[in-house]
């Protein structure tokens, strides 16, 4: 069982940059696959990113394809979401989440994620 807390919300304009964090609590954190998510207001909340267990598999959604990058450190537990060229349409509650599996791939399916962070906000203004 594992414990995430997402951090590096804010306020940024358009054009600007974040890194969020997600850190993980827990043993063998190295064995799950993690995604990042996003709920904008009145929204479902949809799919993102996600990468493997080893780091060297990731997957983008088309919106953010070119202008984010999921990365993780496993020495320190934490997996990022850089968001680079942030939009108008970014601004959501972006949560991590995590399942363990035995397998290298990754899943985008939010029903086959078993922990969840409590979220971060990003707004991007103009």
Same mark, same amino acid.
């Given at each position: 069982q594992?414990?995430?807390v997402e951090s590096g919300g804010g306020l940024v304009q358009a054009?600007?940059?974040l890194r969020l964090?997600?850190?993980?609590?827990?043993?063998?954190?190295?064995?799950?696959r993690v995604g990042w998510f996003r709920q904008a207001p009145g929204k479902e909340r949809e799919f993102v990113a996600a990468i493997g267990r080893s780091g060297s598999i990731t997957y983008y959604a088309d919106s953010v394809k070119g202008r984010f990058t999921i990365s993780r450190d496993s020495a320190k537990?934490? #997996? =990022?979401?850089?968001?680079?060229?942030?939009?108008?349409?970014?601004?959501? #509650? =972006?949560?991590?989440?995590?399942?363990?599996?035995s397998y290298a791939s990754i899943t985008y399916e939010i029903s086959e994620y078993d922990y969840w962070g409590q979220g971060t906000q990003v707004t991007v203004s103009s």
């Open positions: 594992v414990q995430l054009g600007g940059s964090s997600c850190a993980a609590s827990g043993r063998l954190f190295s064995t799950y537990n934490t #997996v =990022y979401l850089q968001m680079n060229s942030l939009k108008l349409e970014d601004t959501a #509650v =972006y949560y991590c989440a995590a399942v363990q599996t």
